[in-house]
């Protein structure tokens, strides 16, 4: 068969198609607040997208620049992100998660010439503030004083003018990890968007009009940005936001109040879920199809969900790379402890070391090609070179596939771990362990815990004569990286395994790794 196709027109604003899409229906409500209640319409998203949009125009911010926006998932986010786009500003959606190092790292390299920032979030701007010479404004949302998301929109005209965008400009960007811990700003362009809602929202997930849904990811992940953006406005459903952290205390709040028909999660979060002792009745929830990615999903997580609440869940693995999933378990078809088979319009293949094609059973690296695959990485030609190999894109991911076309992770090509299905790069959390006096060195691999799930895990070489809490070392890593980042556990140990020319052999770690 023929694979789908989505033709995209050459004049294009992907923000000005999701609105489009929605023009008939303004009084259908598109956001909910979970923690306030207040709702935004299609009609105000598309009136504030456009005041948005202006209001950059009046401050002079020209098309092309990049602005970007560190908020929590609020009503303010879609206006933000797609008014930037209205206007052909790129906004940047980054990870509120980071530190004060990483933000600075990000606006520099990005030369953002705004900031959108939520207002819990400035104590860690704070210490940037007059320090990085191509950030000319910072404006917060959350507030109404002048300098705020709530004052620009207000201060925007409303007419509805279009920047004129062409499909294959660059739209918007979103930071990927790097294995060095340096993340890698990843371009993507205004066709990406509804790609990816056609392929796999409609197609796999078979989103519609009537679906509320609900994402546990956030919106600055590419897989939140689908769940909670780029889907449900290629339909005209609703969407529930929720700023706060998603513990399930206030997940199941989400799901008893507004009953969404499609949760996204992922696998750590539904262990947490099923483990919680306050949990819901099925019979108290609407759900009809939920998703998991970031992680592969262990087979019983999903067996034990589907028995608790009836509803299956779409195991899919997609990355910030490729915008979303690009393999995933279909409706009907799921077979758990796999990731399903590849989404109509994306190809794949596994690729042994020695560049040939892998057969039924043999393990190699996924590589995809399809239509959502980022342009570059922004100021680093060697890993776009790398990456992004012509039509295929590298996912670094290891993977078999059997002979019913079903395939199933086999871990990661390089050292990087998956925790809750972020990356951390294990040379990041071993430097910041190395900051510690009483560390001569360290060595941080992933271990799977009680639920299968991964979690960093450090062996640690204490100088001579020094001592060191694991309690302590945890807390040193917890206030200097992003909090999911710490190792769940520390084994001292005497030396770690190396090789002739001094570098750490993880493998050998792994090989004989417990939690
Ligand atoms: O991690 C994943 O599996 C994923 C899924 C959708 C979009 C982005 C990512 C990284």
Same mark, same amino acid.
């Given at each position: 068969?023929t694979?789908?196709?989505v033709?995209i ?8 198609d ?9 009084? &259908? ?44 998932d609020t ?6 992100f ?8 790129v ?31 400035l ?18 949302a ?8 709530a004052?620009?929109?207000? @201060? ?8 004129g965008?062409?499909s ?5 960007w979103l ?15 205004? @066709?990406?968007?509804?790609q990816?809602?056609?392929?796999? *929202? ?5 989103i ?15 897989? *939140? ?8 406005? @290629? ?22 109040k507004?009953?969404?028909?499609i ?7 539904y ?18 199809v939920?998703?998991?990615? *970031? ?62 094609e892998c ?11 399809g ?10 030609r060697?890993?776009? &070179?790398s ?33 809750? *299905?972020?990356y ?17 060195e360290a ?25 060191? @809490? ?24 005497p030396?770690?395994?190396k ?5 750490i ?11």
């Amino acid at each position: 068969t023929t694979p789908p196709r989505v033709e995209i027109p050459r004049d294009y604003n992907a923000a000005h198609d999701l609105l489009a899409r929605n023009a008939a229906r303004p009084d &259908k409500v598109a956001y909910v607040d979970a923690a306030t209640g207040a709702q935004l319409t299609y009609g105000e998203l598309a009136e504030q997208a456009h005041r948005f949009a202006n209001a950059l125009r009046q401050r002079g911010i020209a098309p092309e620049t990049r602005v970007m926006i560190a908020m929590l998932d609020t009503l303010e986010w879609p206006v933000v992100f797609l008014g930037s786009i209205l206007a052909g500003v790129v906004p940047i959606a980054a990870n509120t998660l980071l530190t004060t190092r990483d933000f600075d790292f990000m606006l520099r390299d990005s030369r953002a010439q705004v900031l959108f920032v939520s207002k819990p979030l400035l104590p860690t701007f704070e210490p940037l503030i007059g320090k990085i010479s191509t950030l000319e404004h910072m404006v917060i949302a959350g507030e109404t004083g002048e300098h705020s998301v709530a004052h620009m929109i207000a @201060s925007g005209k409303p007419d509805a003018q279009v920047a004129g965008t062409c499909s294959d400009d660059a739209c918007f960007w979103l930071y990927s990890s790097g294995s060095t811990g340096t993340p890698k700003g990843t371009v993507h362009l205004h @066709s990406h968007l509804v790609q990816t809602a056609e392929l796999y *929202g409609r197609a796999i997930l078979g989103i519609r009009e009537n679906d509320v849904v609900y994402s546990a990811a956030k919106l600055f992940f590419a897989y *939140g940005l689908g769940n909670a953006l780029t889907f449900p406005m @290629s339909v005209g459903a609703t969407t529930v936001l929720l700023a706060a952290r998603p513990t399930p205390a206030e997940v199941f709040g989400v799901l008893r109040k507004f009953q969404p028909t499609i949760f996204c999660g992922v696998p750590t979060l539904y262990a947490a879920l099923l483990a919680d002792a306050e949990r819901p009745k099925r019979s108290e929830l609407k759900m009809r199809v939920c998703t998991s990615a *970031g992680e592969a999903l262990p087979a019983d997580i999903g067996e034990r969900w589907t028995r608790e609440y009836g509803v299956e869940i779409l195991d899919g693995i997609g990355s910030t790379e490729m915008l979303h999933i690009f393999l995933s378990n279909r409706p009907g078809k799921v077979r758990y402890g796999t990731t399903g088979q590849p989404v109509p319009g994306y190809e794949l293949r596994i690729v042994g070391d020695d560049g040939r094609e892998c057969g039924p059973g043999e393990i190699g690296e996924l590589q995809i090609s399809g239509p959502s695959a980022a342009l570059m990485y922004w100021n680093n030609r060697a890993k776009t &070179k790398s990456t992004f190999a012509g039509e295929w894109t590298r996912s670094g991911d290891k993977y078999t596939c059997d002979a019913d076309g079903y395939y199933t992770y086999g871990g990661r090509s390089d050292d990087m771990l998956k925790v809750g *299905g972020i990356y951390v790069s294990p040379f990041e959390v071993e430097a910041c362990l190395a900051t510690h006096d009483a560390i001569l060195e360290a060595a941080v691999i992933g271990v799977a815990d009680q639920d299968g799930l991964v979690k960093p895990k450090a062996y640690v070489v204490l100088k001579q004569g020094r001592q060191a @809490s694991a309690e302590d070392l945890q807390s040193h890593v917890k206030s200097r990286l992003a909090p999911y980042k710490y190792p769940r556990w520390i084994a001292f140990v005497p030396e770690l395994p190396k090789t002739a020319t001094g570098k750490i052999q993880r493998f050998k770690l792994r090989a004989q790794a417990h939690a």
